[in-house]
């Protein structure tokens, strides 16, 4: 069964550092997204992206964080400058069509300190 | 806006019995679907059961089914023959049916044992 990849599982950064979150969604699919998930807390969504564009983002994805489809299979969210609060699981997921529910990649698990 | 709301925050269950986990939601849409997410220790969000709202017949995936109540509002999930990899959290989550831009709206979601 196709499955949308996220690497790297784990990453530990400095306050302050730039960290790349990467995700290749199913290659059929037109629709991504990144949600994160603090802690204990429920999954909130950050940003929608379609036909090489952001379609709708969160008040969470302030100028700090960025995405992009740079090679047509990649999916990459770019955080500037972490702060603590950043510390938090983060889901890509994608859908073939608006018909659809989503497929989620396993999360990469991001620790600011 | 949706709200989606999980009131229970934890619940536990013997092995091989049934467990009923309850969502309610608010939504002015007509047309939606409401899904059923589990989240193993792993951190990994799996669908378990998908329900569309124009469907008046209750989604069943093998030992998984919904009781879907449209006035009410309301989206349980049953569990029949609790299994020990059941134990998760497991996540109510609701999408409108209005455009490729809809985005998930999930509740906080409940944590269940299944007891050996």
């Known amino acids: 069964e196709p499955e949308v990849t996220q690497t790297p599982s784990h990453q530990v950064t400095q306050m302050g550092q730039e960290v790349i979150l990467r995700c290749v969604p199913i290659?059929?699919?037109?629709?991504f997204y990144w949600y994160r998930q603090i802690l204990g807390q429920k999954v909130e969504f950050l940003v929608s992206?379609?036909?090489?564009?952001?379609?709708?983002k969160s008040e969470i994805f302030d100028d700090q964080f960025s995405v992009e489809r740079p090679d047509g299979s990649n999916f990459t969210l770019k955080i500037r400058s972490t702060k603590l609060e950043d510390s938090a699981m983060y889901f890509c997921?994608?859908?073939?069509?608006?018909?659809?529910?989503?497929?989620f990649g396993s999360g990469t698990r991001l620790t600011v300190v | 806006a949706q709200t989606v709301t999980q009131s229970q925050p934890e619940m536990s269950v013997q092995e091989a019995e049934t467990v009923t986990l309850s969502c309610t939601y608010d939504t002015s849409e007509n047309n939606y679907y409401l899904f059923w997410y589990k989240q193993p220790p792993s951190r990994q969000m799996i669908l378990v059961i998908r329900q569309e709202a124009y469907k008046q017949q209750n989604a069943t995936e093998n030992r998984f089914s919904v009781n879907f109540q449209k006035a009410a509002k309301s989206f349980s999930l049953k569990i029949s023959d609790s299994q020990l990899g059941d134990t998760a959290m497991y996540f109510c989550a609701f999408i409108p049916h209005t455009g490729a831009n809809s985005k998930l709206t999930f509740g906080k979601g409940i944590t269940l044992s299944v007891r050996p």
């Open positions: 997921a994608s859908r073939v069509t608006e018909n659809y529910g989503y497929t």
């Open positions: 992206f379609y036909n090489n564009e952001i379609s709708e």
């Open positions: 290659s059929n699919h037109l629709y």
